[in-house]
């Protein structure tokens, strides 16, 4: 292992939790390299968490070990696992839907489930609440830094027993292709959609083109205009939209230097959903 470490959680920083897995891990291995995706996915959000293990896990090296926790069934009997990504990296997780987008886009080659009698904080077998300080830091740590190996974390269970949450599936025309509002590039405001870049480049699209584009929350439309498909923000003028690809090639609706949610206060999830129509 290359003792890389990489936290992400719902729990903030506005209290200690997050420091108490880095110093369960540092006590682990004080060599450990500790990083974070973040800690403020949305309270209770399992596909939030999952989306931003699918934008960043790939870019990180072969064996670096990722402890994700968004738990909202923590105590209950839901399983706890690590699985190995078809690259060669390692996620620790509850198994409730986090590892969704990975599953899809990255793929999965094997999942384990934690065995807490060998793989759990000594002393902790009456809390119930904070699994990701005695459960999965602690078992990520052991993992990255070599402690135990991966067969070493439990038993090897079924790649089908990976819990997936349901995705948005595109909905396709010879003009048109629907999908979801996925998530939003939170400091910008940008709005991450369901539809890939292939699937909106197989309609024909060119750059500078004026695509009109429809946004609804669930039968109420909140937007809807023509917006030019871009390169990058700067192809139009300063507060005004555009469409473009984004980091993990799937189209994105910007203002730029501005924020289009805020500007049209529109959300994620099942309710949003938006579509792209060749005039």
């Known amino acids: 292992m290359n003792k890389f470490l990489v936290f992400q959680s719902d729990f903030g920083l506005v209290d200690g939790a997050v420091s108490a897995m880095e110093g369960v891990a540092y006590s682990v291995d004080k060599d450990l ?17 999952s989306y931003r293990l699918f934008q960043t896990v790939e870019y990180w090296p072969v064996g670096t070990v990722f402890v994700s926790v968004v738990d909202p069934g923590v105590g209950s009997d839901r399983t706890s696992i690590v699985a190995k990504t078809r690259d060669g990296q390692y996620i620790v997780t509850p198994n409730n839907g986090t590892l969704t987008h990975l599953a899809k886009h990255v793929g999965i080659e094997e999942i384990r ?49 990976v819990v997936s949450l349901d995705l948005f599936e595109t909905i396709k025309t010879d003009t048109s292709l629907t999908g979801q509002i996925d998530i939003l590039d939170v400091r910008f405001g940008s709005l991450w959609t ?13 750059f500078g083109d004026k695509v009109e584009v429809s946004i609804f929350n669930n039968d109420t439309m909140v937007f809807s205009n023509r917006v030019i498909y871009g390169k990058s923000f700067a192809d139009v003028r300063v507060g005004m939209p555009v469409l473009y690809m984004n980091s993990v090639y799937h189209m994105a609706l910007a203002i730029n230097q501005g924020s289009f949610s805020k500007a049209y206060n529109i959300g994620v999830g099942a309710p949003w959903t938006i579509t792209f129509e060749k005039q």
């Open 113 to 161: 489930m934690i065995e807490e009698s060998i793989n759990r904080r000594q002393n902790t077998q009456h809390s119930y609440t904070f699994h990701g300080r005695d459960v999965y830091a602690y078992t990520g740590a052991r993992l990255a830094s070599g402690e135990i190996t991966f067969e070493q974390v439990g038993e090897k269970l079924p790649i089908e027993n």
């Open 33 to 49: 390299k500790i990083s974070h995706v973040t800690h403020d996915i949305t309270q209770f959000n399992i596909f939030e968490g």
């Open 194 to 206: 369901s539809i890939s870049f292939e699937d909106f480049k197989e309609l024909g699209f060119k």
